[in-house]
């Protein structure tokens, strides 16, 4: 069973960074596509950004510029650089990977992000 553990949330001041983990069980090789989610309270999860296995990537309009997602294939590990953080960013940010035939995606438990001064 495939597990994604992230890490990395806390709270931060607005204009502030973080960089968030995931790391997963196995070899993130095996996801065509891994992304990173978001929810806030009182509304939808959303994505914030998704890395292909062949390193394209494509990014939530509101955070364009001010995140960058990657992947370590030899650490099994996706990361979200997230810097000029805003208050409309707080939220639980959510590991998302996706396997080919495998019609359910893998997701982790979720980490805490605030920006609040």
């Known amino acids: 069973q495939v597990q994604l553990v992230e890490s990395g949330g806390g709270l931060v001041q607005p204009g502030g960074s973080l960089r968030l983990s995931c790391a997963a069980s196995?070899?993130?090789?095996?996801?065509?596509?891994m992304g990173w989610y978001r929810q806030a309270p009182g509304k939808q999860r959303e994505l914030v950004a998704d890395?292909?296995?062949?390193?394209?990537?494509n990014y939530a309009d509101s955070v364009k510029g001010r995140f960058t997602i990657s992947r370590d294939n030899a650490k099994n590990t996706v990361y979200l650089q997230m810097n000029s953080l805003k208050p409309e960013d707080t939220a639980v940010y959510y590991c998302?990977?996706?396997?080919?035939?495998?019609?359910?995606?893998?997701w982790g438990q979720g980490t805490q992000v605030t920006v609040s001064s």
């Open positions: 998302n990977g996706k396997k080919l035939g495998v019609p359910a995606p893998y």
């Open positions: 890395i292909l296995r062949g390193g394209s990537t």
């Open positions: 196995g070899s993130i090789f095996s996801f065509y596509t």
